[in-house]
Structure formats: structure tokens, C-alpha cells
């Protein structure tokens, strides 16, 4: 099937679309790509204070893929851990969207959890951060869920979340974070 690649690359130039990625995720990619971003943030000449929460929330998302990725089976034989993310600027916002494979047996949890997340008024957000980190909760693929309270915490913003149902096995999970100015 060919694309259109000026049709792909206008989509993407009317969403500001600074940089994206889909494939494996590896930690020399998310070395490679948050060098890359340090870099257009200082191009942009971003505040200090801007480049500091959009790196640390790019580095949350890009640890989330990169620990959290359910593999897929394509065949018999063969497994594949891909993933998206796109990092956009529109207006005075930034965007990071992902998204990733997950088992459908994962939704549950994953999903009560970020509810739970997006209920919480900033003052509970901070206190159920400690509570997870006192308590060492750990989650299935070793993570206290840490993660998801300091993107919350850190943007002011409820994380918009979505499965999309690929086969009786698997979703697609996509994660939207807004980073304001």
C-alpha cells in the first residue's frame, strides 16, 4: 500500500508534531531521543522552568514504554515490543502522546488506577505519592505505578487515556498528557 507521504507529513506539520517515533523501544532510543528533545527545547529557547517539566514529563511517558510494554505475538515464533510516541507543540502547550500494546487481563488494573489518579485534587495527588512510595507497592513489572501520580502531579492535568480493543488477546493503550505553560 503506498501513503500519500506529503499528506503524512502535512497531518503532522499542522499538529506541530516536533518529533515521533514507532518501534522498539530500547534504553540507547530513549537516551537518543531525550538528548534530541534537550536540544529543540534549548533551540525553542524555553523558559528554564517549561524545559524542565516537559523533560521530566517525556522521561515518565518514555520509562512507562519502555518498562511497561506487553509484547505481542506476531507468529508462533515471533514477539514484537512496539510502541509510538509523538511529541507535539501546539500554542503554548506541549502534547506527548504513546501508545502501546497491553493485554486485555492488564486493563482492569491499569485502567482503576488511572481513574484513581484523575479524582485526586493536587493536595491528594501529593499525599498518595508519598503513601506509594512508603508502602512500596510494587506492580506486576516492577514499578511502584509512581509514574502516572508524577505526570499528574507534574502537568496540573488529568491524564486522557484510552483502549482501543485490537483481538481478543490485546488493546492499544494511548496516553495524551498536556503540558501548559
Known amino acids: 500500500m503506498m ?4 499528506e503524512f507529513y502535512d497531518k503532522m506539520e499542522r499538529n506541530n508534531i516536533m518529533l ?11 537516551t537518543s531521543v531525550l538528548q534530541i528533545m534537550e536540544s529543540k527545547l534549548d533551540t525553542l529557547q524555553e523558559e528554564p522552568k517549561i524545559k524542565k517539566k516537559v523533560y521530566n514529563v517525556l522521561v515518565e511517558c518514555l ?8 509484547e505481542v505475538s506476531q507468529d508462533q515464533n515471533e514477539k514484537i515490543r512496539s510502541a509510538i510516541f509523538m511529541i507535539g507543540k501546539i500554542d503554548n502547550s506541549y502534547n506527548i502522546i504513546t501508545g502501546n500494546y ?3 487481563s ?7 488506577r488511572l481513574d484513581d489518579i484523575n479524582v485526586l ?6 499525599e498518595y505519592y508519598k503513601l ?38 490485546y488493546s492499544f493503550f494511548s496516553l ?6
Not at 520509562?63 to 506487553?70: A, G, I, P, R, T
Not at 485534587?121 to 501529593?126: A, Q, R, Y
Not at 495524551?176 to 505553560?181: G, R
Request: a neutral charge.
Open 121 to 126: 485534587t493536587k493536595e491528594e495527588l501529593k
Open 102 to 104: 497491553i493485554k486485555n
Open 132 to 169: 506509594v512510595l512508603n508502602n512500596g507497592e510494587m506492580s506486576l513489572k516492577g514499578g511502584g505505578g509512581l509514574g502516572m501520580i508524577d505526570i499528574a502531579r507534574k502537568t496540573g492535568q488529568k491524564l486522557n487515556f484510552d483502549f482501543s480493543p485490537v483481538d481478543e488477546n
Open 20 to 30: 515521533s517515533f514507532k518501534g522498539d523501544i530500547t534504553s540507547e532510543l530513549l
Open 63 to 70: 520509562q512507562n514504554l519502555y518498562h511497561h510494554l506487553d
Open 106 to 112: 492488564n486493563i482492569e488494573g491499569l485502567k482503576k
Open 176 to 181: 495524551n498528557i498536556k503540558i501548559s505553560q
Open 3 to 6: 501513503l500519500n507521504i506529503y
